[in-house]
């Protein structure tokens, strides 16, 4: 985005607000102390200032000039450099805490690096890494990367966010942590699912690394070991109530907009994100990514799977396993995808039987069904109750498996040959992250249906030989689509981000595939090309903002498609011109002055 440039302002010292709730007021001391061992790194743009590709005459012109080994050297040698380093790494937790640590110290660089070899880093930037990452984060924390609000923090939070070192945030992740991946409550150790996603939000769509905020709030935690553990770093203190969650947010919301009244909020990994949603969507520029990004996501890739089938949509029978925000989430966007296609709203929800701890979903099972079960519900069953996932497959025959339920191998062989056998098309749809929690793997969902699946799970699988023949996965992940989102609704000043921005991210998708990748029967373009996917994305959701009248640059309307995409190509920040653009301009900013010898 081209709101702030790291070229603008090399050497203005950033100005990180400390008059905060505190008595450390901006004249005290301690305030005074503060502001010079603030980490200059700390900010992205700032970092970059010890590039190791940086000319002699400009790091004299930086004051940088003797901070960093002689050698101006160019980016190929960075590069073989950090992927040195990267190989000497014996587990991926190390090789997480090295790209982290990369990030940290030279922005620009780890992009670069992210997007040159995004298929093989962005499994250690995201998932699965990320959730492992999670689990130990008091255990391998190492630099802020993002800011910690506690319940204590309550009617403070508009000072604290003003301590954020960065003036113009366009986006933020925020999430409790109450339910991270498939991995349950992990408390403040949730904070590498905002830095993961942002990380995504500027490797695939180019949110300005300075414009985004990852964000924890820390409610306290369910999780009893967190809470005894003497390296946990959040609160200790259970969990706080839903009305105190309630209020906690009103106030966080309306200080994020108070400093920020453009940012995009997106709601991540909450164990329970149906209230914020509704209460917070109408006013303010937000989402949430696990019910409304994977909808879609899968939505996209049910397109796909739907026509390679060769099965019309009104006879696709889907069996969820798993019915919380996610299954719901999914299931609704691909009932709206039907409904596109011509079926009724009533017609749609019946191809769905959703399938949770206590078996079918159904309205006459005797327990009290959360309200976003309802429904889905069936009323079909005759007063048969199907208690598990067996006795549901058995009983539905299903056309679609989905499996959103965080266990792992719950699509067992024997599951995966009746599909093989029913279907000459099975759609076998794995989504629990990490991969450990993956409903199954692709070489079972390959091996049990002779190679006939159309298959996309969550977390990335490895291309599987089968019979002499190489299969591919389809990563059917929400890095998709967020990223898009995210891009789309800051680029046309979107006041909401309504459902038809949310459907219009899914139905982008199939747009991208190749006709190469078609023959290979795969459901989701070609992951190396996520930055061109994440500007079709946002293209298709500033047109669906338009219709839906929630757009404030009008100007957009104008252009036709192609121009618009090809303005939002150009708006994306890229890590490859970076560095060079400073080098230039400050190199032209040397001439003029006409600095001539070193300041030493
Ligand atoms: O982060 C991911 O890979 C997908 C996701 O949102 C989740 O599983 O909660
Ligand atoms: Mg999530």
């Not at 309550?154 to 000072?159: E, I, K, P, Q, V």
């Not at 029978?317 to 709203?345: N, P, W």
Request: aromatic residues 8%; glycine residues 8%.
């Amino acid at each position: 985005m081209a709101t702030t440039s790291a070229t603008q302002a090399p050497i203005a010292h950033h100005t990180a607000n400390l008059g905060s709730i505190s008595s450390h007021g901006p004249q005290s001391p301690i305030a005074h102390r503060a502001k010079h061992t603030l980490p200059t790194a700390h900010v992205p743009n700032r970092s970059a200032h010890y590039d190791t590709s940086l000319s002699i005459p400009v790091r004299k012109y930086l004051q940088t000039y003797g901070l960093t080994p002689p050698r101006a050297e160019s980016y190929e040698i960075q590069k073989k450099r950090c992927l040195a380093q990267l190989a000497l790494k014996s587990t991926d937790i190390e090789r997480f805490l090295y790209l982290s640590t990369l990030r940290y110290n030279n922005v620009h660089l780890f992009y670069r690096l992210l997007t040159d070899h995004f298929t093989e880093l962005t499994p250690l930037v995201y998932t699965p890494t990320v959730g492992e990452a999670c689990q130990r984060w008091s255990e391998i924390y190492q630099q802020p990367e993002g800011m910690y609000l506690s319940f204590e923090d309550r009617g403070h939070l508009s000072n604290i966010i003003q301590n954020w070192p960065q003036a113009h945030v366009e986006i933020t992740v925020v999430t409790d942590g109450s339910r991270i991946l498939g991995l349950g409550d992990l408390g403040v150790g949730g904070m590498g699912i905002p830095i993961g996603k942002l990380a995504l939000y500027t490797g695939c769509a180019g949110i300005r690394p300075e414009g985004t905020l990852p964000l924890t709030v820390d409610l306290g935690t369910g999780n009893k070991a967190l809470l005894e553990d003497p390296l946990y770093m959040g609160s200790r203190r259970e969990k706080v109530t839903a009305e105190e969650e309630k209020e906690f947010l009103d106030e966080l919301m309306a200080a994020l907009k108070d400093r920020w009244p453009d940012i995009v909020i997106q709601f991540e990994d909450w164990k329970n994100p149906f209230p914020s949603l509704e209460r917070y969507r109408h006013d303010y520029a937000m989402f949430n990514d696990d019910i409304q990004g994977t909808g879609a996501v899968i939505m996209g890739g049910i397109i796909g799977a739907v026509k390679q089938s060769g099965v019309a949509p009104k006879d696709h029978r889907a069996v969820f396993l798993g019915s919380g925000s996610a299954g719901v989430g999914v299931a609704k966007q691909i009932v709206d995808y039907f409904v596109k296609e011509g079926l009724t709203e009533e017609e749609a929800k019946n191809c769905f039987w959703l399938v949770d701890s206590k078996g079918l979903v159904t309205s006459d099972r005797g327990d009290k069904l959360a309200d976003h079960k309802i429904y889905f519900s069936r009323t079909d069953n005759k007063g048969e109750q199907y208690k598990t996932l067996d006795d549901v497959i058995e009983y539905v025959k299903p056309t679609i498996i989905m499996g959103l339920s965080t266990i792992g191998g719950a699509f067992t062989p024997e599951i995966l040959q009746k599909m093989g056998k029913w279907n000459d098309r099975p759609i076998i749809f794995p989504l629990s992250n990490p991969s450990s929690k993956s409903e199954c793997t692709f070489e079972e969902a390959i091996s049990n249906t002779d190679g006939r699946a159309l298959f996309a799970s969550g977390s990335p699988f490895h291309p599987v030989t089968y019979n002499g023949k190489q299969y591919h996965p389809g990563q059917g992940n929400n890095m998709y689509v967020f990223p898009g989102i995210g891009l789309g609704t800051i680029l046309c000043k979107a006041v909401q981000v309504t459902s038809n921005m949310i459907y219009a991210s899914g139905e982008a998708l199939p747009t991208m595939i190749t006709e190469e990748e078609k023959d290979l029967a795969l459901l989701y373009p070609g992951i190396t090309r996520i930055r061109d996917v994440s500007a079709r994305v946002a293209l298709y959701v500033i047109r669906a903002a338009q219709k839906d009248n929630v757009d404030r640059l009008h100007s957009l309307r104008d252009m036709d498609d192609a121009t618009l995409e090809e303005w939002i190509k150009d708006k994306m920040y890229d890590p490859h011109k970076e560095t060079e653009e400073l080098e230039n301009e400050l190199r032209d900013i040397v001439q003029d002055l006409s600095v001539s010898s070193p300041r030493l």
